[in-house]
């Protein structure tokens, strides 16, 4: 059986040239996963995760058009070229290139991380205020429970301290009453 990517080109009833086969183009996808690019794979660009990706047990990320945007502004997408050709290895993505495109992608991941830390850090601080606050409060509610709970105690030993000094008075009393028989 004929392979259906293959065509031929030319007069197929003329004897004198043999047919000539040739590949059809392949279309290439652009937006294909994140994995399926970087591994080179087919995407069949199935949502929420490629086949690739389910078969690999792999996380399926597809760039939205923002992201695609920001990578073609840093000149990282287009047409590839053959990897063993020498312009390709020498002059089409020469250092100077590369460290540009770095740097880009430098300042935009530190701004990212510089407002993700700043937002952080200002969260933090908002926790630790209500912390100090609970802990503030917490502080004033023990030392009012400690208060009234030694008031308490004191009122009660101050209370027993009387009953037992009436006792030892009236105790005293009748003794002396009875010894005397004074009443």
Known sequence: MPDPTMYLVGDAHNAASPPVMKRRAHRKSRSGCDSCKMKRKKCD????ACSQCVKSNRSCNFRTGMDAASVNVLGLTGERTNPRSPVNQSSEFTEAQKSRSNNA???ADKKAVTEELERLSNRQNEIVT????L?????SSINRQVRDEMTAVVLKARSMRQKQE?????TTE??????????
């Open 130 to 133: 209500v912390v100090n606050q």
């Open 135 to 139: 802990l503030k409060d917490l502080k």
């Open 105 to 107: 992608w430098n300042y």
């Open 45 to 48: 660009e199935a949502r929420p």
């Open 174 to 183: 009748s003794r002396t009453c009875l010894s005397f028989g004074e009443c």
């Open 166 to 170: 009436l006792a030892q008075a009236l």
